[in-house]
């Protein structure tokens, strides 16, 4: 029994120790501060370039210089974003939030630690603890105009339009001659079942287009508003002006739709083969993803132009995709009387006989 107590001894010596903490590192010089502030500074402006290997590698080193510092770990959340946007890697954006939430313990009263952890849940679409830092952020700045639309993007992710509203419309009350933010107002007021909220809304969308006559968006929106009143033409030439800035931003999906709406517009004036010809580059802007709409139009044009056969094969791809009850209804009816009108060609080609 004395035998086995003198062995337990050393061992309970030893778990005590091991379940110690480990002792933090030692208070930075003077020196060493001076020189991991000039490092984080320098950090910043890497991630600024896009340069985001080196921003982690100096990130690492102001780490080691000042372990302590807000700073020192506000470079290394930031750096760690874009190196986690980069890599899709979720323990990058994990280690980049640890550092964040040290930056904001250290410093609690400056915005910018608050903002890089919540566009780090943003980036991981976690949009409510984005917007619990975002609340903090505007309480500490309340101008910030990256946290005024990070918060109204995160309340559109979250199917809150009248919180997304409220956003947009503090956000334009610092800076009226946003046009993104005109535009996303605009569309948020034309859904209202408000007259007022509608007639704002229109005006918001030609505001929109004033603001930023580049905006495939906005025009887009514009365009769509123009058709919808009739204006065919001018909906064709907003389109038209929105394809080239679509093209230019090198989003497929974004060009694809904006190709998708000049098809249908041109559809709507009977220049068929046009529309045969816009559908189908729709479709060839991303060979993986065919849009159900662009399928289902390009069927009915084909039809239209005689080409039953591949028109029917397009309304069947299309079928196969569309949710629309309405639209289902119409693709179902077509290939209805499609195969009505086939059977009956059968039929009277046997009466007929040889």
Known sequence: MKQRSAFLGPLLILAACASEPPAPPPQPSAADRARAAEGAAIAAQLVAENEIEK???VADTVLELDPYAASSHLAAARAGSRRGVAELDPRVYEEAVRHATLACEADPENAEPFYVRAKLQFDRMHYSRALVDLRRVLELDPAQLEALQLAAWSHHSLNEPRAERAAWEALLAVSASDARATFRLAELLLASAEREDKKRGQELLVKAVELGPEDDLAL?????????????????????????????????????????????VVQQQGRLEEARDLYEQCLALEPDHDDHRALGNLGFVLIELGEKAEGRRYLEQALEQETNKRVRRRIEDVLKQLEEKRAENEQSGEAKGP
Request: glycine share 10%; charged share 25%; net charge negative.
């Open 55 to 57: 921003a982690n590698e």
């Open 220 to 264: 887009q929106g514009l365009a769509r508003l123009r058709a919808e009143q009739g204006d065919a033409a001018q909906a064709e030439e907003l389109l038209r002006r929105a394809l080239a800035a679509a093209a230019a931003s090198g989003v497929p999906l974004r060009h694809g739709d904006i190709m998708f709406s000049l098809g249908a």
